[in-house]
């Protein structure tokens, strides 16, 4: 099996550079349609996807994202590693805008979305106690650091419903729960990656403050779009050099992500929905065949 990275880019990263064989492909799923077509090609003679999560000229909001069809696509093309690139708010004085941070916990505080590819017919239950990839994660953050940009190993990423940011309140609660980031997107993203077997890692780009600092006030989209403005070609140079970090033959994940499926379908065979289970051909055909 041949390493394929996949990069999930969040808002303000809808492309990315230098791909040879570049080429926009649309595909389908039996969750529906991704955000957008996925641009596919090498770099490095690494294969490379690359899919705006929110879609080109960024159409779709943080709960319309169509998770499932997402991971289903990048699944499809053979993503093994997948990278999400993200804009968060920072609760930490020292994470600064425009510092990098990898983020290695979550907190899941949304309720508006799919989160899972299983449920009635066949169900599983996978673990998410350490719900990145500490391989894929140690080399998002050495691509990173040879950016030369200020990057932060390990953090807590609140991910909130939205669409709207949340209140000095919530700001400050998350804080007190030991919470570094918070973003809109990375779950269900990063448990749907796991049922996937995908392994994942969060890049998440810190552009404000949210709402708790005294000095700073109210999240202000306008010096958002600024910080993501001025760090896109940090971005973009983290992604180029990842193929170099991971241009090694495909080794099994020594964290077991790639394995995340093998004893976690409850369902007995013969208690199988076969119509789930041509729904889940893509992402769980490892262990349903057969
Ligand atoms: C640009 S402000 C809020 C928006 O940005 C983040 O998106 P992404 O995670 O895809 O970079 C955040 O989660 C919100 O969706
Ligand atoms: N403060 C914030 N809250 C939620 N998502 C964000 N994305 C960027 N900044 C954010």
Known sequence: MQRMIGVMGGSGVYEIDGLEQATWQEIDTPWGAPSDAVLTGTLEGVKMAFLPRHGRGHVQSPSTVNYRANIDAMKQLGVTDLV?????????????????V?????????FAREKSFFGTGCVAHVSVAHPVCERLSGLAYE???ATGVAVHKGGTY????????????ESK?????????????????AKLAREAEICYASVAMVTDYDSWHPDHGAVDITAIFATLKANTHHAKALVA???????????????????????????APDR??????????????????G
């Not at 609140?158 to 309140?169: D, I, T, W, Y």
């Open 102 to 110: 990898i983020v290695d916990q979550f907190i899941d505080r949304t």
């Open 84 to 100: 999400s690139v993200s804009a968060v708010g920072s609760f930490r004085e020292e994470m600064a805008p425009g510092d990098f």
């Open 158 to 169: 609140l991910a909130m419903e939205g669409p709207q940011f949340s209140s000095m309140a």
């Open 272 to 289: 199988r929905d076969p119509a789930v289970i041509e729904k889940l051909s893509t992402v769980a055909g490892r262990v349903l065949k």
């Open 143 to 145: 691509a990173a650091r």
């Open 241 to 267: 050099a990842l193929p170099a970090l991971l241009s090694e033959a495909y080794a099994p994940c020594e964290h077991g992500c790639d394995r995340a499926l093998e004893f976690a379908i409850m369902t």
């Open 173 to 189: 609660l998350y804080r007190e729960w030991g919470c570094d980031v918070i973003g809109m997107t990375n779950m269900p993203e």
